[in-house]
Structure formats: C-alpha cells, structure tokens
C-alpha cells in the first residue's frame, strides 16, 4: 500500500504525517508512506485544498488533518 | 516552504459558474471570476467536480458551502454539483431578468448579477458577499 501526503509541509501536513504513520503502526500493515510537497504534482491530482491523503494514487481526503481512527478506517476499506 | 503557496486555509466559499458558451454563461464566468478577486469566495472548476476527479471531490467537501451560479434554467453548474453529492446554494441568472442570447456582458450586468447574489437569504452568502466587492 502506497500512502501519500500532499502538502508543502506546514504543521498541518505533519500532524496528517505522524497521524498516517500511526494508523499503520497500530493496524501492523506494509505501508509506504511518502510526502509530496512539489505544489505542481499536488495540483496534478486535482487537489486544491491540503493536507490531502492519497491512498495507491487515490486522494481519499483533502483539507482537513484526518485523525489516526479516520485513516485506519480509510486503509482498511 | 511551508507558507509559500500553503493551500492549508480553511477552504471557506466555494463558487461554481456553468462558464457556459453562450453570454449569459459567459456571464455567470466573470461574475464568479470577480467574486474570487475580491476573495469573497474561491472559484473552483465545476469540471473537475464533474468528472468526479477525486481530489477536486475531496477539495470541494471542504468548502464551508458551495454556490452555483447558472447562466440559464438548464442549471448545468447546480446539476453537476448534485450529482456528486452536494447541495449547493443556487442562483440563476434567468432569476435576475437575464435571458440566453440576450444578455449583454458587462460591468453593468455583472454589477447587478452581484446585487442580486448579495440579496440573497442565505445568511452565510449574506455575510460574505453583501459587503460587495472591494473594487478590484
């Protein structure tokens, strides 16, 4: 499983990061997580409100900082 | 970086127009254009939402309400949002007297599109926008 951040990485996009980090932690999946800051791939994904979440190159969120239960329901699905 | 270009603020209004090819979407365009300039509300891309691309999806349920503006009854831009789950607040040029093929795009019209928008019920709207626009 592919997890991105899209953000140019204010406290925001942190906080979605550590929150992502801990959902995979705590559902003990193999997870990739990785940071997109370039504002151009962001926008490249129709994103226009960050943080934003992208699971596999879907964005399942965008605008808000998803609390670690919101992304372990979403990676679960 | 992070405050350079940060697209973390509160998303706020979202405006939609139809940007229809006739003059009253045309219409509808350049006054959702001069809402967004004065930052009364941010304009986003009604086609995007209407692909359903997921990021614009995502992006648009951030929005602390949506506002269609459609340049005839056919509500194209209200339509489009409705079927991808959302209610928005809809305004019709048609509402305001003016009629596809007859309507003349201008500062006037655009002035008396905004009145309108700012005469609206909906307090949110009303909030924002009845202050008119900064002059830009």
């Known amino acids: ?23 995979v ?3 003990n999946v193999q997870a990739e997580i990785s940071k997109v800051t370039d504002i151009n791939k ?22 808000k900082v998803l609390s670690k239960d919101e992304i372990k329901k979403l990676i679960s699905k | 970086m992070a405050g350079n270009n940060c697209m973390c603020q509160q998303a706020g209004i979202l405006v939609f127009s139809c940007s ?3 003059d009253a979407g045309e219409l509808s365009d350049r006054v959702a254009r001069r809402i967004a300039q004065c930052g009364q509300a941010k304009m986003f891309c009604l086609a995007g939402v209407g692909a359903h691309v ?16 459609d340049g005839c009854p056919v ?36 002035e008396k599109v905004l009145s309108k928008i700012s005469g609206g019920n909906v307090e949110e709207t009303d909030r924002n926008i009845s202050r008119g626009c900064c002059g830009c």
Request: a negative charge; hydrophobic letters at 45%; glycine letters at 10%.
């Open chain 2, 20 to 22: 229809g090819a006739a």
């Open chain 2, 54 to 69: 997921p990021g614009m999806i995502e992006s648009a349920k951030a929005g602390t309400r949506l506002i269609t503006i």
């Open chain 2, 75 to 110: 509500s194209c831009a209200q339509k489009t949002l409705e079927h991808a789950g959302f209610t928005p607040v809809a305004f019709n040029l048609k509402d305001m007297g003016f009629e596809k093929g007859k309507t003349a795009v201008n500062e006037e019209s655009i």
């Open chain 1, 42 to 63: 962001i926008t490249d994904y129709g994103v226009m409100m960050t943080p934003a979440l992208a699971v596999d190159g879907t964005v399942v969120s965008a605008g």
């Open chain 1, 25 to 27: 932690n705590e559902l």
């Open chain 1, 1 to 23: 499983m592919k997890i991105e951040i899209l953000g140019v990485g204010c406290p925001k996009c942190k906080q979605l990061t550590a929150n992502a980090e801990a959902a």
